[in-house]
């Protein structure tokens, strides 16, 4: 579809390039929804991917995705066999994405637009991810994923903010749960 209220295309080399922020301009990632509906609000955009936030960092105390990371990127790596969770993530992108989404599409993108149907929110939130927010200063901001989105298509992010990067600790997604030892009481469930 195309935007034809743009007037504004801007692919900053690093953040500091962008001195203001406009009301009408959006962050360009994948733009799998920019481009698929209307979007006459729109009055430019900011594309992220000269930025290179597309990293995949795996390290002992767990894994950093760059905000521009897309579902192909997460779908084709190497995971080992031990980390349940980011399977889980990878599977539920697998058998809800479509060619297009899962090719273009990114996870911060994904996450920003917070529709209700989003797959990767829930996973995210399971796992006590963080992410990362970046404003044009070089502020940063953390904020746990259970708090982020709080309504379809509402999020904490403020004008001017990027989602910079998502952490998952290696203890909720990157490793093998700990073996289980000693007894357990049953929990008691509510009557309702």
Known sequence: MDLHHLHTYIRPQQLEDLTAWDP??????????????????????????????NELEISAEGLKLGATCTFQQLLQYDWPPHWPGIRALCEGMASLASFKVAHLATIGGNLCLALSVGVVAPVLIALEATYTLIDLQGSLRHIPA??????PQQTLQQLGEALRSIWIPAQNGCAAPAPFSGS?????IPPW
């Open 24 to 53: 009408g301009w959006n962050w360009l990632a994948g733009g799998t929804w920019l481009f698929s509906q209307p979007q006459p609000h729109l009055r430019g955009l900011v594309d992220l991917h000269p930025l290179g936030w």
């Open 146 to 151: 259970q708090d982020f989105q709080i309504g």
């Open 184 to 188: 357990a009481s049953p929990k008691r």
